[in-house]
Nanobody, 129 residues
Framework: QVQLVESGGGSVQAGGSLRLSCAAS????????MGWFRQAPGKGREFVAA????????YYVDSVKGRFTISRDNAKNTVYLQMDSLQPEDTADYFC??????????????????????WGQGTQVTVSS
């Protein structure tokens, strides 16, 4: 079992930056694949990025490549999402998620929300034009 708590959301103008953090409880954080998802009003939950337990493999949805960076600090049980060059279409609630390691998880890839096991409550990001 793991609890996830996101922070760092807020309101910025287009072109600005935000850094989201997700603090995890539990002693097995370093064995989880961690991901970030987002959900805009009236839309489904969208995959944003994922990072392997060791931090040496990352994957991003095309719409954020080159602008967002996912990272983790296993010593602090924390995963981060650095968001640069934010655009109004990035406005959403952002959720941190943890995926228990499976046997087939040699690297990270695109995931659906159903493939993650634990979720945080979300943090709101609003980007104005």
């Amino acid at each position: 079992q793991v609890q996830l708590v996101e922070s760092g959301g807020g309101s910025v103008q287009a072109g600005g930056s935000l850094r989201l953090s997700c603090a995890a409880s539990g002693r097995t954080f370093s064995s989880y694949i961690m991901g970030w998802f987002r959900q805009a009003p009236g839309k489904g939950r969208e995959f944003v990025a994922a990072i392997r337990w060791s931090g040496d493999s990352t994957y991003y949805v095309d719409s954020v490549k080159g602008r967002f960076t996912i990272s983790r600090d296993n010593a602090k049980n924390t995963v981060y999402l650095q968001m640069d060059s934010l655009q109004p279409e990035d406005t959403a609630d952002y959720f941190c998620a943890a995926r228990i390691r499976r046997g087939e998880d040699y690297t990270v890839r695109y995931y659906t929300a159903r493939e993650f096991d634990y979720w945080g409550q979300g943090t709101q990001v609003t980007v104005s034009s």
